[in-house]
């Protein structure tokens, strides 16, 4: 998770991250469209962690899928990554156009 992570916020700061770019399927969309899904999955995760550290102060929260609109091409490049790519696969899941955690 970790060099996925670094990847995602690598290619957010420089415009590129070797591990992204080996894939295939990341190089048929625009420089925009993956910089705002990697941007929209670091924040989320960024949420997520909050919601965690929220519940162990025993605050009623409960962790959220983030629900993607396939229209956006963001959305899209998230859902082909986490359809076709083994290092999104293994931590991430898409049910019913909502992206989560693989637990």
């Not at 957010?12 to 591990?19: A, E, I, N, R, W």
């Not at 925009?32 to 162990?56: A, C, D, H, P």
Request: hydrophobic share 35%.
């Amino acid at each position: 998770m970790i060099e996925l992570l670094s990847a995602l916020y690598e290619y957010v700061k420089s415009g590129k991250s070797p591990l992204l770019e080996k894939s295939e399927h990341i190089n048929k969309y625009e420089h925009g469209t993956i910089y705002t899904m990697s941007l929209s999955l670091i924040l989320w995760l960024r949420l997520e962690y909050k919601r965690t550290e929220w519940r162990k102060e025993k605050k009623y929260v409960t962790l959220k899928p983030m629900s993607l609109n396939m229209k956006y091409p963001w959305c899209q490049a998230l859902n082909d990554m986490v359809t076709s790519e083994e290092i999104f696969s293994q931590y991430f899941c898409i049910i019913n156009s909502n992206f989560a955690h693989r637990f």
